[in-house]
């Protein structure tokens, strides 16, 4: 096998792994959040697909979840260098297996847990709208009610703001997104 042909392993891996931390009572799902960034972010996607009953809440940042779209585009930056790893749409095998696990198309109606989507406007690496169209699609199809979030930043890239300061405020912006879905920020009522 190629890499890309066990891509299928990554994500099943890590349901595997949260399902573990719920049946040993280490956690419940309601306690249980997610967060990935670039291909990590297309590892929220793919999972948030497969098993959205075991996370109350992820943080996905400029997530390659658009990857059949992207990687049958030879003229994107960084495309054809990735066929290897991801595979090449454009071939009719990759294209099957690349099916079976692209985000953006597999989304399901069905129940999804609360996600935050940071994009970048000015990313090279993954395009602002592959995780607008995602974020789109997911509120179009979805069957709940929980939040899903995108912020789009107008002056950075695939690797945020430069500014320390800047970067620190995001990164709370996330953190408490998580925090305040699993009820960490709520005011407690001292009787």
């Known amino acids: 096998y190629c890499i890309h042909q066990i891509q299928v392993l990554t994500f099943s891996d890590f349901v595997a792994c949260g399902n573990h931390l719920v ?13 990935g960034r670039s291909a990590g972010g297309l590892l929220v ?16 940042g400029v997530p390659f979840v658009d990857v059949l779209s992207t990687m049958s585009d030879p003229n994107i930056p960084l495309t054809t260098g990735e066929w290897e790893e991801w595979g090449n749409p454009n071939v009719a095998k990759d294209f099957e297996d ?6 953006y198309d597999n989304i399901k109606a069905q129940n999804y ?5 940071a994009a970048g406007l000015y990313d090279p690496r993954v395009a602002y ?10 509120r179009q199809i979805k069957t709940d009610a929980n939040n899903v979030l995108l912020k789009c930043d107008l002056d950075s890239g695939h690797f945020s703001a ?4 800047r970067h620190h405020w995001e990164r709370a912006l996330e953190l408490s997104f998580l925090l305040e879905h699993l009820g960490c920020l709520r005011k407690k009522d001292y009787v």
């Open 113 to 117: 847990p609360s996600l935050f989507v």
């Open 162 to 165: 430069s500014d320390r300061y």
């Open 23 to 35: 049946d040993t009572k280490r956690t419940t799902p309601d306690k249980l959040t997610l967060e």
């Open 129 to 138: 709208w592959e995780p607008a169209k995602w974020v789109a699609k997911l």
């Open 45 to 60: 996607g793919a999972v948030v697909n497969i098993a959205p009953y075991l996370f109350k809440a992820g943080v996905a």
């Open 98 to 103: 690349m099916s079976v696990w692209s985000p």
